[in-house]
């Protein structure tokens, strides 16, 4: 089984509100990770957690800020988000390692849920 | 920073057509290489990947990619390809510098016509 589940499907938020997207996986995955993905374009990686902890922030804006509660669970908390951040948000995870690189590492994307800022 | 290039942006065949999307990428040491295919409204899922050994490696629904080390390519092969083939291939890298992370490709859009 490498089912990558996500929830909702799809949102629609204004600016001013506070939301939270959510990544669940049980194929004892490590390493989890979220991605932005505009129409038309490829994923773009946010933001990496590898055994619970962020390991990677890729200059992403505070108004997206990601939870990782234990290892099966991915959460993304939007809060005051642009119009520009309308996207398809994919959470995505893979074996990991504790430690440097992990030459067999795959990673499984989940359906994404689609986002739109009014 | 590695970079991966997909240099076909749009490809329309026809059914039954071979298939060939290129991929290059600019990284001099050890990779491991994926092709990703998202299908209209759904999520990427992954096609095929080469870590090490045969440079030929074969995926799922009659695709195969070519390792060519000389070439830093990868490109995705299928002797004929389908209506139901119409999606975005994405190629990737991943580096042993960058942790476990993937770069990938500027996508390509087959579209297959019937």
């Known amino acids: 089984d490498t089912e990558v589940t996500q929830t909702p499907k799809h949102l629609v938020m204004g600016m001013t509100n506070k939301k939270s997207l959510k990544c669940e996986q049980h194929?004892?995955?490590?390493?989890m990770y979220w991605y932005k993905q505009k129409a038309k374009k490829p994923p773009e990686l946010m933001f990496v957690?590898?055994?619970?902890?962020?390991?990677i922030n890729e200059s992403v804006p505070s108004r997206f800020s990601p939870e990782c509660p234990n290892s099966s669970l991915l959460n993304l908390h939007l809060h005051a988000l642009q119009p520009e951040d309308s996207a398809l948000y994919l959470c995505?995870?893979?074996?990991?390692?504790?430690?440097?690189?992990?030459?067999?590492?795959?990673?499984?994307f989940g359906p994404g849920t689609r986002l739109t800022v009014l | 920073a590695q970079s991966v290039s997909q240099h076909n942006h749009h490809v329309i065949l026809s059914e039954a057509a071979s298939l060939e999307l290129g991929c290059n990428y600019s990284?001099?040491?050890?990779?491991?290489l994926f092709w990703y295919v998202q299908y209209p409204g759904q999520h990427l899922q992954l096609l095929l990947k080469?870590?090490?050994?045969?440079?030929l490696v074969k995926g799922i629904k009659g695709f195969e990619a070519e390792f060519i080390k000389s070439k830093f390519s990868f490109n995705l092969r299928k002797p004929s390809v389908q209506w139901s083939d119409t999606a975005e291939y994405f190629c990737?890298?991943?580096?042993?510098?960058?942790?476990?992370?993937?770069?990938f490709g500027g996508g390509t859009r087959l579209m297959v016509k019937p």
């Open positions: 194929m004892g995955h490590r390493a």
């Open positions: 995505a995870s893979s074996q990991g390692t504790s430690g440097g690189y992990l030459s067999t590492d795959t990673q499984y």
């Open positions: 990284y001099g040491g050890t990779v491991n």
């Open positions: 957690y590898s055994y619970e902890k962020l390991s």
């Open positions: 080469y870590f090490s050994g045969d440079p």
């Open positions: 990737a890298v991943m580096v042993n510098n960058a942790g476990n992370m993937l770069t």
